[in-house]
Structure formats: structure tokens, C-alpha cells
């Protein structure tokens, strides 16, 4: 009786041989993910006419199949291909491909290092806490003053805050607004050095806000426009910013190249070493940047 099944791996991983070649696969798939690989990977396996009469537990007949090639590409991609005897241009192919996926995500994620680096340097000598507490009442009452009383956002207790350490304690900064001569440490961590260049709640710590802002128009999703406060160095904080997120989206998307060569590499060898099998197998992969998967689904169908 030929079954068809599709497996999610997050939720079955009972196989018997079967199991260390899809198992690995689902590894490679989220191990270089960040927080939460399920959401950053998806990965589905189709299962297509098994000699299995339950839907519940699925084993495959593992009879004659040869695996050492695919978990050797697996490992390093062409080994098994040159395991194989499969042209030489494959082994060539898959080597290439992996020496510049971890080439190009070497080069970038340095780039992207000395950039970050240089704009907390920029901001560190440019955006100050106190002069943020003691004169964003002041920049917004210019600002409103000079024909701009939409913009309202310029204040201490807003919808963002800096984190920052009073008496040991961590405290949000929106107690500054009542107590502004509080003795504190501000937390200078990732959210900070986001949120300055992001809010126009936080525009008066740069040291050119009072004398050198100005009003910039931004469309905005749905229509309409945003009204965004700006100062020369506010906006080469934010061009530095933009050029590290750039290299860095690149570096992730090269790794994303290796992990993918990875995969082909011990599928075409597995499909070379059973042929006789009728494995098959299809991947979908797309590269888009502001889409949380890159690789979106991996397909295999195998008939015995």
C-alpha cells in the first residue's frame, strides 16, 4: 500500500537508518540560525510511496543503500562526489562554491565589524545622556516654534527608553523626567545605539541638534508622510549604520550559500550512489533580504 506523508521535522524525528540523513539535514538547516531557528528556517520533507501502511510511524526500506557518500558531502562538499567517480567538474563546482560562501562571509562579517565599531565610536564622542536630559525640551520647543507643532515626540518619558544603572539598580530612563539631576549610568548597549539614531525621541543628545537640525519628510506604508528630525551627524551615524546592516545581511546570506551546498552536495551523492532507488529530490531556495527564509523548503521524494 503506498502511503504519501509529509513530515515536519520539528515535531517527528523517529526514523530508524533513514533518520541520521534527514536528521542532519534538519541540523544544518537552523544551526547557524540566531534565537529561534524554527522561525528562521523552514524545512519540509515529503516522504512519497512508502511501503509503510501507517500514517503514524514511517520506515524506510533501507535495503542496499549506501549512505558514506552523502554524510561525506554532507561533511565536506565533492568528497562524495569523489567517492562516486562522478565527473570532476562536480567536485570542482562544490568546492568552489563552499571556499567562496566562507570567503565572502569572512570578508563581509570583518567589514561589517570595523564599521560597527566605527559608528559606536562616532556615537560615543557625538551623542551625550545629559545633554539629551537637559536640552530635548528645549530643541522641541524650537522646533515647534519654527512652524513644526506636529512634531511631539522629543520628550524624556516617551515610548522608548534608555536602560541605565541607578544605586546598582537598572532603571528605565524615564525617571530622568522628574528627576533629572539622578545620579546614573547609562546602559550603552544594542538597543541603545539603535535607538539613538532611530527615535527622534533621543535627537537632542547629538551634539549639533540645537544648532544645526532640520526637518526631514518620509513616506510612510499606507500613504502619508513622517516628519523626521535630523542633524549632519545623526546622519552619518545612521549611513554607517545602514552600510554594517547591508554587509552583514550579505555575510549571513553567504553562510546561507554554504549551509545550501552543503545539502546539494550529499543529495546529488546519495542520488548518484542509489540511482537504482528512484530518489529524487527538489529544493526551493530563495535569496530575498527582507523575507525572514532564505532557504525556503527542501523536498524529497524517494520510491522503493
Do not use: C
Amino acid at each position: 500500500m503506498a502511503v504519501k506523508t509529509d513530515i515536519i521535522f520539528q515535531y517527528y524525528l523517529d526514523f530508524k537508518v533513514q533518520k541520521y540523513l534527514f536528521t542532519t539535514l534538519f541540523l544544518f538547516s537552523f544551526v547557524l540560525g540566531e534565537d529561534n531557528y524554527i522561525e528562521r528556517f523552514a524545512v519540509k520533507i515529503n516522504l512519497n510511496s512508502l511501503s509503510n501502511e501507517s500514517h503514524e510511524s514511517v520506515v524506510v526500506n533501507d535495503k542496499n543503500i549506501n549512505l558514506k557518500p552523502m554524510l561525506a558531502s554532507l561533511a565536506i562538499p565533492g568528497l562524495g562526489q569523489i567517492m562516486n567517480n562522478s565527473p570532476i567538474w562536480k567536485t570542482a563546482l562544490f568546492a568552489t562554491v563552499e571556499v567562496a560562501g566562507i570567503a565572502g562571509y569572512l570578508a563581509w562579517t570583518k567589514q561589517a565589524d570595523d564599521i560597527t565599531k566605527e559608528y559606536k565610536r562616532w556615537a560615543d564622542d557625538r551623542w551625550e545622556m545629559n545633554r539629551w536630559v537637559n536640552t530635548s525640551a528645549t530643541l522641541l520647543s524650537t522646533i515647534q516654534s519654527n512652524g513644526y507643532p506636529s512634531v511631539d515626540d522629543i520628550i524624556i518619558d516617551g515610548s522608548h527608553h534608555i536602560t541605565i544603572i541607578v544605586n546598582g539598580k537598572y532603571e528605565s530612563s524615564d525617571i530622568l523626567d522628574d528627576n533629572p539631576n539622578t545620579e546614573y549610568v547609562e546602559v550603552r548597549d544594542w538597543d541603545f545605539y539603535e535607538g539613538i539614531g532611530k527615535y527622534d525621541q533621543f535627537v537632542a543628545g547629538w551634539d549639533d541638534a540645537l544648532t544645526d537640525w532640520r526637518i526631514e519628510k518620509k513616506d510612510i506604508a499606507g500613504g502619508g508622510t513622517e516628519l523626521i528630525v535630523m542633524t549632519p551627524n545623526k546622519k552619518h551615524y545612521l549611513d554607517l549604520r545602514n552600510d554594517s546592516n547591508i554587509l552583514y545581511r550579505n555575510a549571513k546570506f553567504a553562510i546561507t550559500v554554504v549551509v545550501f551546498n552543503h545539502i546539494f552536495s550529499a543529495l546529488d551523492a546519495l542520488w548518484n550512489t542509489n540511482n537504482k532507488k528512484e530518489l529524487s529530490y527538489r529544493l526551493d531556495v530563495t535569496q530575498q533580504i527582507n523575507q525572514k527564509y532564505v532557504i525556503k523548503g527542501l523536498v524529497v521524494e524517494w520510491e522503493l
